[in-house]
């Protein structure tokens, strides 16, 4: 099993250009996430998704859209992107509800520059 | 707001020496904590989740405490060896919502 694989790695993006990052699990996880992690921040939760066709948004939403249009498939997008959006993102997934105390795994992150 | 606080200051341990790593949280209790290792330029792998009617777990060199009373929970690595050296970060579940709310990492070195 690959686990969570997100595409692309590393990209460069020039102020205002879109871009979409795409993240892929193979393990029938019915939730997934979108985090950014910043030196001196952690990581913070940016969109989930509690099944297909679901989103919501997490604590640092503005500027960032997603979609769940298949089951193993979460995509975040940027449409206008901004300098303060240069991060690394790390999709995750998990079984179910976090109640139940499942883990969350994580796939290997994407670099993201903005100039 | 609920709060995740980690040391944001490098630990630095002697190889073969345990490692204590502190997890400290503000307001209610979180039903459970979780651990995770983080390696430079990847992403967090779980590595030990506690309950809060759990006192201590155990997994090989690695032990969790939770103290409600403190609000804290300490991780543990026994017999520390270099390869041990990475970040660790600590996370609980959001309150209300879902996904984890992470602890800004504690990084750990093992010096042989």
């Known amino acids: 099993n690959a686990g969570v694989t997100q595409t692309p790695k590393f990209r460069v993006l020039k102020t205002g250009q879109s871009m979409t990052l795409l993240c892929a699990q193979d393990?029938?996880?019915?939730?997934m996430y979108w985090y950014r992690q910043d030196p001196g921040m952690g990581l913070r939760l940016i969109h989930y998704?509690?099944?297909?066709?679901?989103?919501a948004k997490g604590e640092v939403p503005d500027g960032y859209n997603v979609s769940r249009l298949k089951k193993q498939n979460f995509l975040l997008g940027l449409e206008s992107a901004a300098p303060s959006q240069t991060s690394v993102y790390f999709c995750?997934?998990?079984?179910?509800?976090?109640?139940?105390?499942?883990?969350?795994?994580f796939g290997e992150g994407s670099w993201l520059t903005v100039v | 707001s609920q709060k995740i606080e980690q040391n944001s200051e490098a630990l630095n341990i002697q190889e073969g020496k345990t490692a204590t790593l502190t997890c400290n949280y503000t307001?209610?209790?979180?039903?459970?904590l979780q651990w995770y290792r983080q390696d430079p330029g990847r992403g967090p792998v779980f590595l030990l989740l506690?309950?809060?009617?759990?006192k201590e777990k155990r997994k090989e060199r690695l032990k969790v405490t939770f103290d409600t009373t403190l609000k804290q929970s300490l991780f543990h690595i026994t017999a520390s060896q270099p390869a041990d050296s990475a970040t660790y970060l600590c996370?609980?579940?959001?309150?209300?919502?879902?996904?984890?709310?992470f602890g800004k990492g504690t990084h750990l070195i093992i010096q042989p």
């Open positions: 506690i309950r809060e009617n759990e």
């Open positions: 995750a997934s998990r079984r179910d509800r976090g109640g139940s105390g499942n883990t969350i795994y």
């Open positions: 307001n209610y209790s979180p039903a459970y």
């Open positions: 998704s509690v099944g297909e066709g679901t989103t």
């Open positions: 393990m029938n996880h019915e939730y």
């Open positions: 996370a609980q579940e959001r309150g209300g919502a879902d996904g984890l709310t």
